[in-house]
Structures are given as structure tokens and as C-alpha cells.
């Protein structure tokens, strides 16, 4: 990316400095319209011209050089990596069913705990649940007895009162 920008500058730079030439140039015609001076502006801007015709032709150059090594370097970078690949299967052969291995180890690690929090839940629900059941249980007995308690009650009540219309017929 460098490398386009200082590209995109000089160009930028040379186009500023070619219209500043010719702005000279046009105002050395209308200021002295003699054609010596002409004839010096003129060979002054083929010398300016040629030298940078020739910078721009170093540029190129160093630039196919760069690039030409630029692409030799990314090749052996490549190279390099296929290299390293074999010495790491070569280093660890089980490597990779280690890695697979320990993966699922992890996986099967966090649906524990989550079936661990999930088991815990399930606990604490079924505590309160029995809890529950047990007051409801204890409350219903408490209720029967007392039932139980009223109908005796109203039992004697009722043969209390029959004896009393008994006797009383």
C-alpha cells in the first residue's frame, strides 16, 4: 500500500511540477518575447523533461526489482508454512486425534455444567415441591380430624336431641 501512495505523490509531484514549467514558460513568452529566451525555456524543459522521463524509468525498474522479489518472498513464505506443516505431523503424529480428543473433552466438560446447574434447579424444585405435598398432607389430616371431630359432635348432638323427642312423645 506503501508503495502505490509514493507512486500516486510523485505522479501528483510531477504534474505540479510539469504545470508550473509550462505557467513559466507562459509568462516568460509574455513578459520577454525574445527568442533566446524562448529557445533556453524551451531546451530547459526538454532537459527537465528528459531527466524526469528517466526517473520515471528508474521507478519503473526498481519497481518490477521489488515486486519480482516481492513475489519470490510470498512463494518461499508458502514454502516455509508447507514445511513447518510436515515438521509439526512429523514432531506429534497423534497430534491431531489428541486435539480432536481434548476438543470433545471441553464440549462434554460445559454440557455437564449445564446439566449440572440444570440438575441442581431440578433438585431445589422437587425440595420445594415435597414440601409442599407434605404441608398440603399435613393440612388435609389436620381437616379430616377436625371433620371427623365435627360429625361426632353433631352425632351427639343429634342423638341428644332425638332422646329429647323421645321423651318428650
Known sequence: M???EQQQQSQTMLCM????????IETSDTDSPLLHDQDMTTSAL????SKEDDIERRRSEIRDRVQAQ???VEEEAKRLHLIHG?????TDPMRKEVAAICKRVEIVNRDVKSLGVNCQKKEKEYK???E???EKTTEKG???????????ESEKLRSTKLEELCKNI
Open 2 to 4: 506503501t508503495t502505490e
Open 17 to 24: 511540477r510539469k504545470k508550473k514549467m509550462s505557467e513559466m
Open 70 to 72: 516481492l513475489t519470490r
Open 132 to 134: 409442599a405435598f407434605n
Open 128 to 130: 420445594e415441591s415435597v
Open 86 to 90: 510436515e515438521l509439526d505431523s512429523v
Open 46 to 49: 526538454a532537459a527537465f523533461r
Open 142 to 152: 389436620q381437616l379430616l380430624a377436625k371433620l371427623a371431630e365435627l360429625m361426632n
